[in-house]
């Protein structure tokens, strides 16, 4: 693996504790350093709170990247991408994984621990982490993303 060396944040709830604490050991066994948010166990939580979390640090560029882990992904998604700049993408297979990065320049991946594998998971985690952005013609679209609250701000 020859990933991008920066630092991590990652956070979870409840529902994915377990596979958020298998990513973290695969993401520092690859020598790359992970700030860990929580949860740290199984006992009920609100996913919006660690999604809050990871997302206003990624927002902020406290982070260059940020993994956030729930039951589907969706609340999570949900939260990350009500975030300025967060480009989260909800990924259950590789492709659009490796896709969610070299054209869309995802800095966050959502994953859903009661949707797919450990070993599936571990390999989204490993191709997202390696898969360098395109830029280009992409790098147009991502700016409209981003115009879109400047938008809403000025038909206030
Ligand atoms: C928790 O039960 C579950 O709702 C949460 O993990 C997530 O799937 C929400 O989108």
Same mark, same amino acid.
């Given at each position: 693996m020859n990933p991008v060396k920066t630092d991590v944040i990652i956070g979870c709830d409840h529902a994915a504790f377990g596979l958020k604490e298998r990513i973290k050991a695969f993401i520092i066994d690859q020598g790359i350093k992970v700030e860990d948010i929580g949860t740290f166990n199984e006992v009920s939580v609100d996913?919006?709170? #660690?999604g809050i979390r990871v997302a206003s640090a990624v927002s902020k560029k406290e982070f260059e990247r940020g993994i956030l882990i729930c039951g589907t992904g969706i609340g999570m998604s949900i939260v990350a991408n009500r975030f300025?700049?967060?480009r989260a993408a909800l990924c259950t297979e590789? #492709? %659009?994984? $490796?896709? %969610? $990065?070299s054209h869309n320049d995802a800095n966050i991946l959502v994953l859903g621990g009661r949707v797919i594998g450990d070993i599936l998971a571990l390999e989204i985690v490993k191709t997202w982490m390696e898969t360098p952005f395109e830029a280009g013609r992409h790098q147009k679209r991502i700016d409209k993303i981003d115009e879109i609250n400047l938008l809403k701000f000025c038909n206030k």
């Open positions: 996913y919006t709170d #660690f300025p700049g967060v590789i #492709f %659009s994984a $490796r896709m %969610s $990065r």
